[in-house]
């Protein structure tokens, strides 16, 4: 397999291999261990990027194959505007010492790291780039893996809506990190607004619900057991007309990944609510000792 060492943005993997992350890697004791981790939507170079929720899920989960499922690096906002924090490094970092440990890492881009899928079949620091991929999980199903963003009608049709559309998002997301700058401040969880808000916006349900009815279909017509997608932001594990349809969601809103389990199980972990248990968890020792 070719490999590829300098790609847009200036990224080499030489940079981030011989260099140490800012936020250390945590030494966790019995870090949870997969077949298979699905992740997508991570937006590094944006401010609505929840790198340090990410950079706590790579630091507590392993897996033997490991899947980014598109728009990994927000490149249509590195372009209007170059933001890259020490922590969007990290998480880069982070996901090559795991190929370079052996994690077999394929990385599938989405329309807004479209600009590396001009490297589809190269290599990139042990990281596999691919339009698409099939996955074959413990108990011999087989997956479609893509983006999503093919069977966007917006995308296909009307471009530039798109692109009016990822400008409202930006604007949401900025109030969704206000108010999830107060909630932190009164000692509250996480609590995705901008999620809350899709949900109950019935025309969002409907394409969300759309998309995945397309998304199945294609897959059927794949001749594949189901499919695994992100794009649209939206955790989800059901059965569509006979197809198994997963989304893995994001690191934005919902921070959420998909993961198989070695009997072929597949789940989806709410990290926001695996952060929350943790910290609660001293508190509620605290508590019961005080009791006593």
Known sequence: MATVTRLPFGLDPADFSSSSPSIPERAVSERRRYRTVWISDVHLGTRGCNAAMLIDFLDHVDSETMYLVGDIIDGWALKKKFYWPAAHNDILWRVLKRAKRGTRIVYVPGNHDEMFRQFTGLNFGGVEIRRHAIHETADGKRLLVLHGDEFDAIMLSHRWLAYLGDAAYEAIMGLNRWFNAVRAALGLPYWSLSKYAKQKVKNAVEFISRFEEV??????????????????????????????????????????????????????????????????????????????
Do not use: F, Q
């Not at 959420?256 to 597949?266: F, I, K, N, Q």
């Open 215 to 292: 998304v199945a279909h294609e897959a059927g017509a794949r001749g594949v057991d189901g499919v695994i997608a992100g794009h649209i932001h939206t955790a989800e594990m059901r059965a569509i007309s006979g197809i198994e349809y997963y989304n893995d969601g994001d690191w934005v809103e919902s921070c959420t990944a998909l993961v198989e389990h070695h009997d072929g199980r597949m789940e989806i972990l709410h990290w926001a609510d695996e952060l929350a248990a943790r910290e609660s968890a001293p508190r509620s020792d605290a508590m019961r000792k005080a009791a006593a």
